[in-house]
């Protein structure tokens, strides 16, 4: 049986394997730096993860899911290495480094259930761990070391908060004000600038669902513009979110999970994971959810399925590939996007003449989307000092029917609905990126660099109609009379819809980047960092069926740089930063109207940003940073001679200061917070917009947590946990008139831990507050005070 699944696996592979048939066979010498490499398992002889291995205070890492542990860049000699995993005893051993790859495995003095039984009741993780990643440069460089600003939430942190979805994550990023998109997927306020799209495991996606936390091991917020590394059109100028998915492990194991909560919430998880052969080289592990909820309003309600494989194949000691997938899909209403009329005299929701709960929606209106992802991985070591990273990634996204009700307030007594059908769409994002990774020495300076090239293909295919004004049935409602407000029925939106000749528009968009980095490492303490990217950007344009025209064809080339140092005050505890970062978005050539074409550039947006970070252990690790992001080549328009042009002379300011402060002060007590303040305005632009700051953005943001957990007694395991919540005053409409009101959130949790289950209670929401949020274009109702119970158990 196992020689059967290995050669199945070997088949699935087998074309990509071909690829590096010519680095199989590739040898270099060893390099002049050493290295230290080996597993760490417990008395029982299973892998002990989440081990840290330090070598004389110095150089340190951690030890993956399978024990795995790799420390690169150390001194040739004699070292005292020191091994410690929370809830052992420190140990010690004295090992000599010699040129090029050194192996050392260690045997911890507790079996694995022991270990289970320390690490589920508290003090789950060294905070400082939970920086590292390989992603944010492209590289695996320690968070001192990296001049650049990010923010980590792990599944510990997840599962403390019992969070179900993305967005519930965010609350733990510095300055994040969780938002949504029209299409209900998650998004965050950053910097004075929204970010909806979400890169996976590094890759483009293409969503078109929300993202269930049930497959994903962590989440990365990337502070500031990332154009070097990760291109124009998924990129906001405030940050981008890259969430992790799980990956298998060398053992048999998982967990179930039921929770229950308010508004016949019912939600069932279910994560397992095997090896599929006796050498333990091929793993196997797939993680699944469903989920159906009601809305707190009238009408409303969603239910959701996930499915996500995972295939690692150990080929030999330098090759190894992965393939894994999800599969989501999401059925139910999709809740209106609230507009202001200019003529409206109110300035906030809370003068409104509407209950919380109406929606003026109708269930009928079901919407249908879907979302996939597949990425294969294949990493190859060429040598002691290179390795080799291929990527590919496909993500597709589809409507099969998405209605959006856009709510317009014309008086304080009356709205108007106007119906978005997105009849079908469907989308789809290739990615495929080839990374070179060194690690080598120039004389005394160490560099740690990596030169890779980036393909995306886009491509879109979509219908779409608007329906109101024109049609009888979307009359505006009178408030006052809301019993008499027609009902709008899909029967309705059909019958409509059914009388349209509306076209089909095709869009096709490719990019091709190349870029190459070095972080430069000066007598261990001084790192300097260098990043530069070209862009290719061919928009093919969008065909329509109906026309059987095709408009808004162009190219575009940009260069993106980056430029960054760290200096260590205190090795591996305190560090001084500092960067210059380059965001672009890509804007297409426009048709004046005296019919003459005007050829842009790329909107630009340039960040400089410093600070400090601090890592004193458990006891305190913390960032401050302050940062000024400026954005040039705007779109503006102008009246000339009475026709509205259109001028490349736009510039927005975002400035502001973000503190993030994680602790451990006593066993068992966790702690994070995070402050941030943010001022954005746009200084060039139309009149009705200068000098105003940009939509859904606050000045303030507050986000706190802290967890206490019991580790001794009859009643370890039981904890305790709250978060709190503060967002300020944001503005719904350009001309900052219409206020949507800062809000106050408190949420507790009561737990118990044990390793063979866990119970929680979540209380979401305990001041029960009625607030909206805003994507910079819609505002929605939020949810009130609501409850989940949940229980989970592990094998």
């Given at each position: 049986?196992?020689?059967?699944?290995?050669?199945?696996?070997?088949?699935?592979?087998?074309?990509?394997?071909?690829?590096?048939?010519?680095?199989?066979?590739?040898?270099?010498?060893?390099?002049?730096?050493?290295?230290?490499?080996?597993?760490?398992?417990?008395?029982?002889?299973?892998?002990?993860?989440?081990?840290?291995?330090?070598?004389?205070?110095?150089?340190?890492?951690?030890?993956?899911?399978?024990?795995?542990?790799?420390?690169?860049?150390?001194?040739?000699?004699?070292?005292?290495?020191?091994?410690?995993?929370?809830?052992?005893?420190?140990?010690?051993?004295?090992?000599?480094?010699?040129?090029?790859?050194?192996?050392?495995?260690?045997?911890?003095?507790?079996?694995?259930?022991?270990?289970?039984?320390?690490?589920?009741?508290?003090?789950?993780?060294?905070?400082?761990?939970?920086?590292?990643?390989?992603?944010?440069?492209?590289?695996?460089?320690?968070?001192?070391?990296?001049?650049?600003?990010?923010?980590?939430?792990?599944?510990?942190?997840?599962?403390?908060?019992?969070?179900?979805?993305?967005?519930?994550?965010?609350?733990?990023?510095?300055?994040?004000?969780?938002?949504?998109?029209?299409?209900?997927?998650?998004?965050?306020?950053?910097?004075?600038?929204?970010?909806?799209?979400?890169?996976?495991?590094?890759?483009?996606?293409?969503?078109?669902?929300?993202?269930?936390?049930?497959?994903?091991?962590?989440?990365?917020?990337?502070?500031?513009?990332?154009?070097?590394?990760?291109?124009?059109?998924?990129?906001?100028?405030?940050?981008?979110?890259?969430?992790?998915?799980?990956?298998?492990?060398?053992?048999?194991?998982?967990?179930?999970?039921?929770?229950?909560?308010?508004?016949?919430?019912?939600?069932?998880?279910?994560?397992?994971?095997?090896?599929?052969?006796?050498?333990?080289?091929?793993?196997?592990?797939?993680?699944?959810?469903?989920?159906?909820?009601?809305?707190?309003?009238?009408?409303?309600?969603?239910?959701?399925?996930?499915?996500?494989?995972?295939?690692?194949?150990?080929?030999?000691?330098?090759?190894?590939?992965?393939?894994?997938?999800?599969?989501?899909?999401?059925?139910?209403?999709?809740?209106?996007?609230?507009?202001?009329?200019?003529?409206?005299?109110?300035?906030?929701?809370?003068?409104?003449?509407?209950?919380?709960?109406?929606?003026?929606?109708?269930?009928?209106?079901?919407?249908?989307?879907?979302?996939?992802?597949?990425?294969?991985?294949?990493?190859?070591?060429?040598?002691?000092?290179?390795?080799?990273?291929?990527?590919?990634?496909?993500?597709?996204?589809?409507?099969?029917?998405?209605?959006?009700?856009?709510?317009?307030?014309?008086?304080?007594?009356?709205?108007?609905?106007?119906?978005?059908?997105?009849?079908?769409?469907?989308?789809?994002?290739?990615?495929?990126?080839?990374?070179?990774?060194?690690?080598?020495?120039?004389?005394?300076?160490?560099?740690?660099?990596?030169?890779?090239?980036?393909?995306?293909?886009?491509?879109?295919?979509?219908?779409?109609?608007?329906?109101?004004?024109?049609?009888?049935?979307?009359?505006?409602?009178?408030?006052?009379?809301?019993?008499?407000?027609?009902?709008?029925?899909?029967?309705?939106?059909?019958?409509?819809?059914?009388?349209?000749?509306?076209?089909?528009?095709?869009?096709?968009?490719?990019?091709?980047?190349?870029?190459?980095?070095?972080?430069?490492?000066?007598?261990?303490?001084?790192?300097?960092?260098?990043?530069?990217?070209?862009?290719?950007?061919?928009?093919?344009?969008?065909?329509?069926?109906?026309?059987?025209?095709?408009?808004?064809?162009?190219?575009?080339?940009?260069?993106?740089?980056?430029?960054?140092?760290?200096?260590?005050?205190?090795?591996?505890?305190?560090?001084?930063?500092?960067?210059?970062?380059?965001?672009?978005?890509?804007?297409?050539?426009?048709?004046?109207?005296?019919?003459?074409?005007?050829?842009?550039?790329?909107?630009?947006?340039?960040q400089l940003e410093g600070g400090t970070k601090l890592a004193f252990g458990k006891m305190l690790n913390a960032t401050l940073t302050y940062y000024k992001i400026q954005v040039s080549n705007s779109v503006t328009n102008r009246v000339v001679d009475?026709?509205?042009?259109?001028?490349?002379?736009?510039?927005?300011?975002?400035?502001?200061?973000?503190?993030?402060?994680?602790?451990?002060?006593?066993?068992?007590?966790?702690?994070?917070?995070?402050?941030?303040?943010?001022?954005?305005?746009?200084?060039?632009?139309?009149?009705?917009?200068?000098?105003?700051?940009?939509?859904?953005?606050?000045?303030?943001?507050?986000?706190?947590?802290?967890?206490?957990?019991?580790?001794?007694?009859?009643?370890?395991?039981?904890?305790?946990?709250?978060?709190?919540?503060?967002?300020?005053?944001?503005?719904?409409?350009?001309?900052?008139?219409?206020?949507?009101?800062?809000?106050?959130?408190?949420?507790?949790?009561?737990?118990?831990?044990?390793?063979?289950?866990?119970?929680?209670?979540?209380?979401?929401?305990?001041?029960?507050?009625?607030?909206?949020?805003?994507?910079?274009?819609?505002?929605?109702?939020?949810?009130?005070?609501?409850?989940?119970?949940?229980?989970?158990?592990?094998?």
């Amino acid at each position: 049986m196992q020689t059967s699944i290995k050669h199945i696996c070997t088949i699935i592979f087998i074309s990509i394997l071909s690829l590096y048939h010519p680095l199989l066979t590739y040898s270099q010498t060893h390099g002049q730096s050493a290295s230290l490499q080996g597993y760490i398992t417990t008395q029982d002889g299973l892998p002990a993860p989440h081990t840290t291995v330090r070598i004389n205070h110095g150089k340190s890492t951690m030890a993956n899911a399978e024990g795995y542990y790799f420390i690169e860049g150390a001194t040739v000699g004699e070292h005292l290495l020191e091994v410690k995993l929370l809830g052992t005893d420190l140990q010690t051993h004295k090992i000599t480094l010699k040129e090029g790859v050194n192996k050392q495995d260690f045997v911890l003095s507790h079996s694995a259930q022991h270990l289970s039984e320390v690490l589920v009741v508290g003090n789950k993780y060294e905070i400082s761990s939970k920086k590292q990643s390989e992603d944010v440069a492209r590289i695996a460089l320690p968070y001192l070391e990296n001049p650049q600003v990010y923010s980590v939430v792990d599944k510990e942190l997840i599962k403390e908060q019992s969070a179900i979805s993305l967005d519930e994550a965010f609350r733990n990023i510095p300055g994040a004000a969780p938002s949504k998109t029209g299409a209900g997927m998650p998004a965050f306020f950053s910097r004075g600038f929204q970010t909806s799209e979400n890169f996976r495991n590094g890759m483009a996606t293409y969503l078109r669902t929300g993202i269930d936390l049930a497959n994903v091991e962590r989440v990365e917020a990337i502070k500031g513009p990332n154009s070097t590394f990760f291109g124009a059109q998924m990129t906001s100028f405030g940050g981008i979110i890259n969430y992790i998915t799980k990956k298998p492990y060398e053992t048999f194991g998982g967990e179930v999970a039921y929770s229950a909560g308010s508004w016949n919430f019912n939600r069932l998880t279910a994560d397992i994971n095997t090896p599929l052969d006796k050498e333990k080289d091929i793993l196997f592990r797939v993680n699944v959810a469903r989920q159906q909820e009601n809305s707190f309003q009238y009408q409303g309600g969603n239910n959701s399925m996930l499915i996500a494989p995972s295939l690692y194949y150990r080929v030999n000691d330098r090759l190894d590939l992965s393939l894994d997938a999800d599969y989501s899909s999401q059925k139910g209403i999709t809740p209106a996007g609230w507009f202001i009329s200019t003529s409206l005299e109110e300035r906030s929701f809370n003068d409104l003449n509407l209950s919380y709960k109406e929606s003026l929606n109708d269930n009928s209106l079901t919407s249908q989307q879907q979302s996939g992802n597949v990425l294969f991985q294949a990493h190859y070591k060429i040598s002691d000092q290179w390795t080799s990273e291929t990527k590919y990634a496909w993500g597709n996204g589809a409507y099969d029917d998405l209605y959006i009700f856009d709510m317009i307030w014309r008086t304080r007594d009356s709205v108007d609905r106007i119906l978005r059908a997105f009849s079908d769409e469907n989308t789809a994002r290739h990615n495929l990126q080839q990374n070179f990774k060194g690690n080598f020495r120039i004389g005394s300076l160490v560099n740690r660099a990596v030169i890779g090239v980036d393909w995306v293909q886009n491509l879109r295919y979509t219908r779409y109609d608007g329906l109101g004004y024109g049609e009888k049935v979307f009359e505006s409602v009178d408030l006052n009379r809301l019993s008499e407000a027609p009902v709008i029925r899909i029967e309705d939106v059909q019958h409509i819809l059914a009388q349209r000749n509306t076209g089909h528009n095709q869009t096709t968009q490719k990019t091709l980047g190349a870029y190459i980095a070095d972080v430069i490492s000066i007598a261990d303490r001084l790192h300097l960092s260098l990043g530069l990217r070209f862009d290719r950007f061919i928009n093919d344009g969008t065909y329509n069926t109906l026309s059987r025209a095709t408009t808004g064809a162009y190219t575009q080339n940009t260069l993106s740089p980056r430029l960054g140092f760290s200096f260590e005050l205190l090795p591996e505890k305190l560090s001084l930063f500092g960067n210059y970062m380059n965001g672009f978005k890509n804007i297409g050539n426009q048709i004046q109207p005296d019919q003459s074409i005007s050829v842009f550039k790329a909107q630009r947006a340039n960040q400089l940003e410093g600070g400090t970070k601090l890592a004193f252990g458990k006891m305190l690790n913390a960032t401050l940073t302050y940062y000024k992001i400026q954005v040039s080549n705007s779109v503006t328009n102008r009246v000339v001679d009475n026709m509205n042009f259109y001028f490349q002379e736009g510039e927005q300011k975002s400035e502001g200061f973000e503190a993030e402060l994680m602790s451990n002060p006593l066993p068992g007590l966790n702690i994070l917070t995070s402050y941030a303040y943010n001022h954005n305005k746009f200084v060039k632009a139309n009149t009705s917009v200068e000098g105003k700051r940009a939509l859904g953005t606050p000045e303030h943001v507050v986000n706190a947590w802290a967890t206490y957990a019991l580790l001794n007694g009859s009643l370890k395991g039981l904890g305790i946990g709250g978060g709190y919540t503060y967002v300020s005053d944001a503005f719904l409409d350009a001309s900052n008139q219409f206020i949507l009101d800062g809000y106050h959130l408190l949420d507790a949790t009561l737990y118990y831990n044990h390793p063979k289950f866990r119970l929680s209670l979540k209380g979401n929401n305990l001041l029960d507050v009625q607030y909206w949020v805003s994507d910079g274009y819609y505002a929605r109702p939020q949810r009130p005070g609501n409850f989940l119970a949940s229980i989970t158990y592990r094998f």
